[in-house]
């Protein structure tokens, strides 16, 4: 059985406009949701040209979730740790867009999401499906504004409000209760979901769990699509492309990346992101605290605070770090950073508006080094929990094993029924 939902997102913009701006929310939250704790770990493995055979020309991008301790406990009973790796694939071929999310130890779990992107609100049968899907599909209108988000870890990721936000370069928003009548631009995201998890006993349960989730995250990203409207709002696609190539190489590098896959891709892209850094310098904006590309990173920040903290709570101590030097292939980017430093200085010692810098990637590894030793000193403080939660693990355990062989038996009884048949 397959489950069907499409959900209806209206946004003050033109399409065009949601085209930028959902390539740039894309790649922010990626990032975002790679380096905040308790995110799951997020791989990058394409992002690259294609060509689909009913669409046409578009982007293929290929990406790898690790997000066991995301799920319910419920479901984290049926979902072995080491199973729990998401795939995701998507063509992106605007105005329409696929994307479909594997489980490799689940053949039996599939979650399909296409899109279209249309001027208009009002499109009974956007997706041209025929009178028996339609008959089983359940359509809901999603409001930005009035909505409001489930306070569920797994599907949100910001608390930004379109009844509060107020674009500066374009005077949209806030928006009110009817923003829907008095939008001058609108158009509309048409996102059909298909989720199949056909497996006894938990079916129907996992399956709504998917719609839910599914439901929470278009709502929390278009809020943020609408409320980062400053940060996209004048970039071109090559501009996008170059910070989507730039935030590629900061979350293969937070969270599960190769170093010499981020060394390849920041060569590759250097000269590129420095001259788009020099054309948004023309503007005369300023970016702000999240806009990408990102801020140099000051190690001074309160990181270090909460890594003592953390300490605190495993029983272990900070230790003095040493520089990890970078390898020759990042060299010359950490050379083109130093000689930059001083640029942001006017006459006077007045600060003028700075232009997007090129990453710090000689800091960002050692970030990534010492969130790895972050991970270490919390998996330390696991060991050391009291006895009742080592048996409630075991517990877990067993139930997850019994939920295993509850469903190789109804695979077996399945595969008697088709014999039979």
Known sequence: MVVTCEFRIPMPMTVQEYFTAQLYMTAKTTR??????????????????????????GQYTLKVYHFHHKLPRWLRAVVAKNKATLREESFNCFPYIKTTLTIESFKKFQVVVETQHLPSTEEEN????????????KVEYLDIAMDEVDQ?????????????????KTGRGPLKKDW????????????????????????????????????????????????WMDEWYGLSIQQVREIEDRE???????????????????????????????????????????????????????????????????????????PVPPP???????????????????EGGRGRPQAPQTVDLDSFMEE??????????????????????????????????????????????EEQEEQQD
């Open 152 to 168: 569920d870890e797994t599907g949100t990721m910001g608390s930004e409000d379109p009844k509060k936000f107020r674009s500066l």
């Open 248 to 322: 590629t190489a900061l979350t293969n590098m937070g969270g599960h990346g190769r170093l010499d896959e981020l060394a390849t891709a920041a060569g590759k892209r250097l000269e590129g992101a420095t001259a788009a850094g020099k054309r948004l310098e023309g503007t005369g904006e300023t970016s702000q605290q999240n806009s990408l590309p990102l801020p140099e990173v000051d190690e001074s920040t309160d990181d270090d605070d909460e890594e003592e903290e953390e300490d605190k709570q495993a029983g272990g101590r900070q230790g003095q770090r040493r």
């Open 368 to 413: 990534k080094r010492r969130r790895e030793e972050r991970e270490r000193r919390m998996e330390g403080s696991e060991n050391g929990r009291t006895r009742g939660r080592e048996v409630m693990g075991r517990r877990e355990e067993e139930e997850e094993e019994e939920g295993e062989k509850e469903q190789e038996g109804q695979e077996e009884v």
């Open 328 to 346: 020759p292939a990042l060299a010359g980017a950490k050379k083109l950073k130093d000689g930059e430093g001083n640029e942001s200085k006017g």
């Open 32 to 57: 975002m949701e790679a380096e905040r704790v308790g995110g799951a770990g997020v791989e990058i493995l394409k992002n690259e040209p294609c060509e689909h055979p009913k669409h046409g020309r």
């Open 126 to 137: 956007a997706h041209h499906l025929n009178q028996k899907h339609l008959k089983g599909r």
């Open 180 to 227: 829907r009548k008095t939008s001058r631009q609108l158009m509309c995201a048409y996102k059909l979901v298909r989720a199949k998890f056909d497996y006894f006993g938990l079916r129907s349960k996992v399956e709504d769990f998917i719609i839910n989730y599914e439901r929470n995250l278009f709502l929390s990203t278009h809020k943020q699509i609408f409320c």
